[in-house]
């Protein structure tokens, strides 16, 4: 305003551009406030030359009333809409720390072409309790599409788990991996032809190399006699002795229960987000649905063990079958999820949460629209102390695995994803990985796969039931790996 008496009337403009400067973002909303401000500036300073023409002499005094009360007016109206940008840049703020806090990673600002995948940096988190009210059940349904196809991985708050049959579940859990080594011995998977029961540390195969956790997997009961071979894969259960870990079976059965129970509502939610009728999905699972649990001990790695000598609690890997819901049962670190990128994203522990991921036979029937993400546990020693530097010791992680029918095949699916919501992945390298996963998941029938895939994991089950199998399963390993 000091400008105006020397009879500078584009001096609006810089009153306005520093306006303009406080708009709230987006940027592009400054852009045109910017420009606006050097239109009015530049219009006054023309119409200023019509008032006020040259002369002999300065003739800023006549004038000066005039310029005095535009000024004024400006001024006012600067303070105005300053004081209106602060209240907006404000509620922004508080809407970025909200969303901050349903986020967990790196705070990146991104951009992505329409149809392309965002190159996450940061693991969604959504809230169960959104689907029970008409108002915020479409919001719940908006971000599960955007984690389906930019993510493949999310955090789910408030699933409908009772607490306590958690902490029950966890304790027995923790129990189990505490009993003498001949009592877990006693449970071994290799006395099942089902690939259930107790494996010991090592014993486990993935990506070709060997994963440092010892487990128990539980599942559905046993298949008929005259079923195919690969319906092996789901059978009875070995359950610990009563007597040396009494409530084991009863936590874990019920625990499977609820997890089994909410993977159930996930199928007609996913169809939802895809724009697809509810019970578009409901002829790809069996009645009744297969779910399969894990319970996983990682120990800290031995002393000689290096940071980067390549020592994996469970190498990088994407799940074979529909969903996992992982619950992180203690505060470790070490589940990493990797973007498109190929940067290693941390999936930390949250209160009150478990981890859902999508798994390759859930990518392979969306066509690519659903994205099977690649992920690891990484044994890094800072993973196995708290923040004071304490050890944590063993870190304990139960995955309940959402299989699809073993009997599906090709033939008969029938799943019709509508144009806009193949329209939100362009990239052509995406759905033809898809069409060769989906080729080569339903050639025959998925329970082949499968099979095939659990005899090579556990060779020693695979040795002692199915030697033949596992020995043409290795020759084509090999063979694959030497081309």
């Known amino acids: 305003m000091f400008l105006m008496p020397m009879g500078a009337v584009s001096a609006y403009q810089i009153i306005l551009a ?14 045109a406030a910017i420009a606006l401000a050097n239109m009015i500036g530049n219009t006054a300073s023309i119409y200023g030359s019509y008032m006020w023409p040259d002369s002999a002499g300065p003739r800023y005094i006549p004038g000066g009333s005039a310029t005095a009360a535009i000024a004024f007016l400006v001024a006012v109206l600067a303070l105005v809409i300053r004081l209106v940008h602060v209240r907006m840049n404000k509620r922004l703020e508080e809407a970025e720390t909200a969303q901050g806090d ?19 940096t940061s693991i969604p988190i959504l809230d169960f309790e959104q689907i029970s009210s008409p108002s915020t059940k479409p919001v719940f349904l908006e971000n599960l599409r955007d984690a389906l196809v930019n993510v ?24 189990l991996f ?15 032809p089902h690939f259930l029961g107790y494996s010991k540390l090592g014993a486990e195969i993935t990506a070709l190399k060997q994963d440092h956790r010892e487990q128990f997997d539980a599942k559905l009961p046993a298949p008929g006699p005259d079923e195919p071979l690969y319906r092996n894969v789901v059978g009875p259960n070995q359950w610990p002795d009563e007597t040396a870990i009494p409530g084991f079976r009863q936590a874990t059965e019920t625990y499977l229960s609820e997890v089994s129970a909410l993977a159930e509502q996930f199928r007609s939610l996913i169809a939802e987000a895809l724009d697809l009728p509810s019970d578009a999905l409901d002829g790809v699972f069996d009645n ?76 392979a029937l969306t066509g690519g629209i659903c994205s099977a993400t690649t992920h690891r546990v990484s044994l890094r020693r800072e993973h196995f102390l708290d923040e004071n530097g304490k050890s944590l010791g063993s870190r304990f992680s139960f995955p309940v695995f959402q299989g699809v029918s073993l009997d599906l095949s090709a033939e008969n699916i029938s799943l019709v994803i509508p144009e806009h919501i193949r329209d939100l992945v362009k990239d052509d390298k995406v ?8 080729n080569e998941m339903f050639h025959g029938s998925i329970g082949e796969g499968t099979f095939v895939a659990r005899v090579t994991s556990h060779q020693d089950v695979g040795q002692r039931w199915y030697p033949d199998v596992l020995a043409k399963a290795l020759k084509g390993q090999k063979d694959f790996v030497s081309r």
Not at 102 to 120: K, M, S
Not at 431 to 438: M, N
């Open 18 to 31: 520093w306006i303009a400067n406080s708009f709230p973002r987006p940027f592009v909303k400054r852009s």
């Open 102 to 120: 349903l986020a967990v990673g790196t705070n990146e600002l991104e951009t992505r072409a329409v149809g392309f995948r965002e190159n996450f």
């Open 152 to 175: 493949g991985f999310f955090y789910l708050r408030n699933a409908p788990i009772s607490p306590d049959l958690q902490s029950a579940f966890t304790a027995k859990g923790l129990e």
């Open 178 to 192: 505490q009993l003498p080594l001949e009592k877990k011995l006693e449970i071994e998977m290799v006395n099942s």
């Open 288 to 363: 009744p649905q297969q779910h399969k649990l894990k319970l996983i001990k990682y120990p800290p790695p031995p002393a000689s063990e290096s940071d980067d000598s390549g020592f994996q609690g469970v190498g990088p890997h994407k799940d074979s079958g529909f969903l996992t819901f992982l619950l992180q049962a203690t505060p470790h670190r070490g589940l990493e999820v990797q973007n498109k990128a190929g940067s290693w994203i941390p999936a930390p522990p949250l209160p009150n949460t478990l981890v859902v991921n999508i798994g390759r036979a859930l990518e």
């Open 431 to 438: 759905k033809s990985d898809a069409e060769a996963t989906f």
